[in-house]
Every structure is written in structure tokens, then in C-alpha cells.
């Protein structure tokens, strides 16, 4: 039985594996393509910079943060959301199913799940997270952290991957329910996902919305990360941490059920 088990995760892995090889021969196959993604990259920071500017010279003096606060806030959430769109980026469902490529997942060895969200790496994500690492590393430098806080910032970045990733895959199981129902409901979290990314958490402190915004991903880049890099007070850790926890073990749970569930309901048709 441990044999078997062990045997499973090498295959899941080596499958991992040869699609990250493919993504990653893509990239630099197609160098127009690579090219012209990272020119529309850097425009698109370029201008969050610039509204960033403009909004921290207006507005930086409420929460107590400089312009280089913001600017990494900024860019890390980008970064963290170009990472989890590696494996979520254009795997909509809906196209799974109505096309007939999510049968192709049910008559091979590994999981349909799994399969279905880590085949085709997305290399698109790949190479806009590899175009964030230079102004992210400079912030990082310019913050100063000690090991311990850098540790605490590489931990929590990574949860906050996954919640942005389980987030998406929960969204988007609806789809096995009513067509295009997963499809709107990632476009609208994708939506709050972009208003968030220039607006920190700080401002909402004393929103009657706020304790709903513990439970994106997107909040904890400036409700937690900043505060730890910048060495200052983080508001009530305690109920953070649970919420996000609990929101996190919710969508899992939700996304499994809906998985088990669409399968079994399941019929191809495209």
C-alpha cells in the first residue's frame, strides 16, 4: 500500500514535472511572443507606479506608508498572483466542458482534478513573475528585513499563492452546476482581486466590509507582510490568521465536494 502511494506521488510529479519543461521550452521558443509580453508587463506596472504616485501623495500620510510601501505592496501582489496563475490562468472549466477537453482527463492515470489544472503550465504567468523579481528584490533591499522576517515573508507569500489559487479552483467548480456560473463568479473575484492591489488593507480598518476582506488573499500582502517587513504593529493577528485559515479549509472542502459531485453528474458533450 506504501509502495503504491509512493508510486502515485512520483507519477504526479514527473507529470508536474515534464509540464513546467514544456512551458518552459515554449517560452523561449516563441521569443515574439515572450517578448511582446514582457513590453505590455512593463507598461502595465508602469502605469500602477504612476497611479500609485499619485495616490500616495495624496493619501499615504492616512495609514502611515511611503511611496516605496506601496510599490512593493503593488508589485508583490502581482507577483504572488502571477505565481498562482501558473496553475489557474485560462483553465476555465467551462471551456473543459463544453468543448469535451475535460473528457480527455477521465481515462488517464492520474487524478481528473489534477490533470485537468496542471497540464498546459501557463508560461504567460511565467515570465510576467520572472519580470516582477527585479523591482521586488530592489524592495526588498531597500526594506531591510532581518532572516527571521524575510522567513515569515517567503511562509506567508506562499499561503496567500494558495489562496488565490484553491479561491479560483472553487470559483470556477461551479461550472459543473449551470453553465457560465463559474466563468462569472472568477471574473468578479478576478475584478476585486485588481481594485484591491492599490488599495491596502489600512484603509478599510474601520469598514463594517473589513472582516469579509480578511478573507481574499490579496488583504494580507498589506495587512501582514508589510507590517512585518516595515517592523510595525500588525492589527489583531489573531483573528486574521483565523479567518483566512477558515476561509481557506472552507473552499478546499467546497472544491472537493463540487469536483466529486460534477464528475459523477458529469456528460461530455462539445
Not at 527571521?148 to 470559483?171: C, E, G, K, M, R
Not at 507590517?227 to 467546497?254: A, C, D, E, H, Y
Request: glycine share 4%; hydrophobic share 50%; proline share 2%.
Amino acid at each position: 500500500m506504501e509502495f503504491e502511494k509512493r508510486n502515485e506521488l512520483k507519477k504526479h510529479l514527473d507529470y508536474l514535472k515534464i509540464n513546467f519543461t514544456i512551458s518552459y521550452k515554449k517560452l523561449f521558443e516563441y521569443k515574439t511572443n515572450m517578448i511582446s509580453g514582457l513590453i505590455a508587463q512593463f507598461f502595465y506596472m508602469i502605469l500602477g507606479y504612476f497611479f500609485l504616485f499619485l495616490f500616495s501623495n495624496s493619501f499615504a500620510d492616512v495609514i502611515n506608508w511611503s511611496f516605496l510601501d506601496f510599490i512593493f505592496f503593488f508589485t508583490l501582489n502581482d507577483t504572488l498572483w502571477c505565481l498562482g496563475g501558473i496553475f489557474f490562468w485560462n483553465k476555465r472549466l467551462f471551456n473543459g466542458i463544453t468543448q469535451g477537453t475535460l473528457n480527455d482527463t477521465l481515462f488517464r492515470p492520474l487524478k481528473p482534478f489534477f490533470t485537468y489544472y496542471f497540464r498546459n503550465i501557463n508560461e504567460v504567468a511565467i515570465l510576467m513573475t520572472l519580470s516582477n523579481f527585479p523591482v521586488l528584490l530592489a524592495c526588498l533591499y531597500l526594506l531591510k528585513p532581518n532572516i527571521i522576517h524575510l522567513v515569515l515573508f517567503i511562509i506567508i507569500s506562499a499561503i496567500v499563492i494558495l489562496s488565490f489559487v484553491i479561491t479560483d479552483y472553487f470559483l470556477n467548480s461551479f461550472e459543473f452546476y449551470f453553465k457560465k456560473m463559474g466563468l462569472t463568479l472568477s471574473y468578479l473575484y478576478g475584478s476585486a482581486y485588481e481594485s484591491l492591489t492599490h488599495y491596502p488593507f489600512q484603509f478599510f480598518l474601520h469598514s463594517r466590509f473589513k472582516f469579509f476582506l480578511l478573507t481574499l488573499g490579496t488583504t494580507f500582502t498589506a495587512s501582514i507582510i508589510v507590517p512585518i517587513l516595515r517592523n510595525t504593529s500588525i492589527w489583531n493577528l489573531k483573528i486574521q490568521i483565523i479567518i483566512f485559515t477558515t476561509t481557506i479549509i472552507i473552499l478546499t472542502i467546497g472544491t472537493i465536494i463540487n469536483w466529486r459531485y460534477g464528475l459523477k453528474k458529469y456528460e461530455a458533450f462539445g
